[in-house]
């Protein structure tokens, strides 16, 4: 099992910005929640995730895993990893990576589909949390319900 069912938080991590999205494992449910920006590149607000842990009590954490096509790691990855262990020792929960490729056009196309390029280009913002919710949807695909092996972790 690859967790409790219950809500879930996922992050899209970028140097300056992190999107994020909750859901429920139970019904495969997830949406975009907000946007972090950090104050200078990888400084993460803990006290802005503090607010969501408590306001949402997630039963863990999702992380967009950064892959190139050919299966490669991104540079960033070793950002997110140390993001993991710090989400997961600050918060007593677990966290969970997936295969990120593709989630932020996938999140662009899909926005710019429903608002327009212009909106979305006004608010890049949009696109992290709208790829935390894909991360999260494709996070829920590999583990539905309450039984599921745990996805690779890095």
Known sequence: MTGTPGTWIAFDYGAWRMGIAVGEQLIGSSRPLTTIAHQNAHQIEWQAIADLVTEWRPVGFV???????????????????RFGRRLSGRFNLPVHYVDERLSSEQAELALTARHGKQAVKKNPGLIDSQAAAIILDTFFSQNPGTAADSPPQP
Request: glycine share 10%; proline share 11%; aromatic share 16%.
């Open 63 to 81: 992380l967009g895993w950064p892959l190139t096509d050919d299966g490669q790691t991104y540079p960033v990855a070793e950002f997110i990893r």
